[in-house]
Structure formats: C-alpha cells, structure tokens
C-alpha cells in the first residue's frame, strides 16, 4: 500500500486515509494485543513504546511527508515479534 499511496492521485489520496485509519489497529493485532480504542491506545503507546507513539505522532500530522508515513508502516512491521 505505500507503493501505492506514493502515486499522487486520487485512489493514493483515499489509501492514504485507510492506511492512516487502520494503521494503530494493525499495531495491536500484528502484536496480538487487545486494541482498546484509540483513546486508550494512545496512552498504552505513550507510556510503553515511546518510539512508536512518536512515529504515529508525525505521521499522522496533516500533510505529513511520504518518509513519515513510510517510517511509521516500517515501524509497525519491524516490532512485529513474529
């Protein structure tokens, strides 16, 4: 999906949007965690994976660059324990 959401066009804009929206949720179930809400998944990332709470926190800034959602997806991917 970055591939894609990297083309500038209309479908990209719309991927981009899913993939910023599904992205926190993909962070619990790729660590099989109980995803809580983003309310308090935002909390259990800030006070337990500072890292990743920061890398969601630009990210997910309007207008954020391609490298911050990239890093973000990496991130997620990378901490997978599987």
Do not use: C, H
């Not at 308090?40 to 954020?64: C, H, I, Q």
Request: proline share 4%; charged share 30%.
């Amino acid at each position: 999906m970055l591939k894609r959401i990297s083309q500038r066009d209309i479908e990209a804009d719309y991927r981009r949007v899913w993939l910023l929206y599904t992205v926190l949720e993909d962070y619990f179930a790729l660590r099989q965690k109980w995803y809580l809400g983003s309310k308090e998944s935002w909390n259990w990332l800030k006070t337990y994976e500072r890292d990743s709470y920061m890398a969601f926190e630009v990210a997910l800034k309007p207008g954020a660059p391609f490298s911050a959602i990239e890093s973000l997806v990496k991130k997620v991917i990378a901490l997978n324990p599987g």
